[in-house]
């Protein structure tokens, strides 16, 4: 499982494709943000807008929205590799993971900051994946949620089988500290996009893993 996984958040459907052109052969997974301005303030392009090009690569798409289960079936057709969903993006989690058996994608749950993880225990017999935000959705480049680290440890008593992933806030200062918190992978947004650099950025995060 690669370490780094570069995140791209961009309201233009034009703009993710130019970030997957900069990656290509730079990197194995890439994650697409959709966002629908209801569960967080942004907004992006739809999942049926995600270019021809993401399927270079392995795709998690990480939905930020209300009612995700209208949003699986989209998410096959442009290649997900894996899915997450907010847990309270969903009124009700427990069909939302029962619709996605209907697909050959991984199942996940997203966390907020300050949701806590005996909240998932209900549903993590049916996941493969977790993934703790460390800042607060929405936009791109908020600050770091040290206290975050801990729900690490958390999810892994709940099922030590899941990959556990964490995304936001996460660059050259911090990138050890959460691996060293226990973390499978991080996925990173502006700390690779800010760069002048993007290839050389993510590869200089890749070797401090």
């Not at 907004?43 to 049926?48: G, L």
């Not at 930020?64 to 847990?87: D, I, W």
């Not at 600050?143 to 806030?169: C, H, Q, T, W, Y």
């Amino acid at each position: 499982m690669q370490k780094v996984i570069p995140a791209i958040l961009e309201q233009d459907p034009a703009e993710t494709k130019r970030k997957l052109e900069l990656l290509k052969g730079s990197t194995e997974w890439v994650q697409v943000d959709i966002m629908d301005g209801k569960f967080v303030e942004g907004i992006t392009h739809k999942v049926r807008e995600i270019p021809e090009g993401a399927k270079n690569f392995k795709l998690e798409i990480h939905l930020m929205v209300e009612r995700p289960e209208e949003h699986l079936a989209e998410c096959k057709a442009v290649g997900a590799n894996r899915v997450f969903f907010h847990l309270h993006g969903a009124e009700n989690p427990a069909r939302v993971l029962r619709a996605m058996e209907a697909y050959e994608f991984e199942r996940g749950i997203s966390l907020n900051p300050e949701t806590g993880t005996g909240e998932l225990a209900p549903y993590v017999a049916d996941l493969h994946a977790v993934l703790l935000l460390s800042v607060h959705p929405g936009l791109q480049g908020r600050e770091f949620l040290p206290s975050v680290l801990d729900k690490i440890k958390e999810v892994r008593a709940l099922n030590p089988l899941l990959l556990v992933g964490m995304d936001g806030g996460i660059g050259e200062g911090n990138i050890r500290q959460v691996f060293g918190a226990g973390a499978d992978y991080v996925a990173v947004g502006s700390g690779i996009w800010r760069s002048s650099n993007p290839q050389e950025t993510l590869k200089t995060l890749e070797q401090m893993v």
